[in-house]
């Protein structure tokens, strides 16, 4: 007990004197939500959160690797403008929301959306003065393309269950985990989400593989539209 409370002590004092030396932004908050994780309690009530948590840090970890390699190959990241979510998105099966800022901004009906983890939030639907409209990733009825594991083969059908999931059907044999990230397949640079939950009926010669983003539609609100042109 006391050799947890005296690691605690440390951590706390190593992340003040990281916020004091103005540490880059990006190892802040990953560092804050490891500290996060660290701290708090096992209960119930919060398990979900951690799991959050563990997540977004995953995700983050994947979007580094990609960046780190996009570098290597003297790949230039897209163009992108950040914008905030001005309305839209209050309910879980919300399926659209709308950010401030639009076609007078280069925006476009087809532009990727992205979280600042590089999760692929939505694509533009409509572009007017001033805003546009975000039809959410993994929305109810959605179909589309997604390629999962680590050496991912041929794409997989996919279909938006609301709430920024999917679920897809694969052979019971295919090599897919928990924490798996998934990617959309025409978009191979930013992320559908990770694997969050396999379900084998017994005897079945399929299995249902359930993805899902860190985020729940009412929690957005800071994204980046990626400008295609």
């Given amino acids: 007990m006391t050799f947890r409370r005296n690691k605690k ?11 004091f030396f103005n540490a880059p932004k990006v190892f802040l908050k990953n560092i804050t939500a490891r500290a996060v994780l660290f701290f708090a309690p096992e209960s119930e009530g919060l398990r979900t959160s951690r799991q959050d948590l563990a997540l977004l840090l995953r995700i983050a970890d994947l979007e580094r690797e990609n960046g780190l390699l996009k570098n290597s190959l003297g790949l230039r990241a897209p163009r992108s403008l950040p914008a905030k979510v001005i309305f839209g998105g209050g309910y879980f099966f919300m399926d659209a929301v ?12 087809g532009d990727p959306v992205i979280s600042e983890g590089g999760v692929l939030v939505g694509r533009v ?11 959410l990733s993994g929305r109810i009825g959605e179909e589309a393309a997604l390629r999962l594991g680590k050496e991912p083969g ?12 999917f679920v897809a059907e694969l ?31 017994e005897g079945s010669q399929l299995k249902k593989v359930f993805i899902r983003t860190p985020f729940y539609p009412g929690e957005l609100y800071e994204v980046r539209v990626i400008l295609k042109k």
Avoid: C, H, M, Q
């Fill in 9 to 19: 002590i440390i951590l706390l004092a190593a992340i003040i004197t990281l916020l």
């Fill in 98 to 109: 709308f950010v401030n800022i639009g076609n007078d901004a280069g925006v476009e009906p």
């Fill in 125 to 135: 639907s409509e572009s007017l003065n001033g805003r546009s409209k975000v039809l």
């Fill in 154 to 165: 041929s794409p997989v059908e996919a279909r938006g269950r609301g709430g920024g999931e």
């Fill in 171 to 201: 052979p019971a044999g295919a090599d897919v985990k928990v924490g798996d990230a998934a990617r959309f397949s025409d978009l191979p640079d930013y992320i559908a989400g990770l694997v969050d939950k396999i379900a084998v009926e």
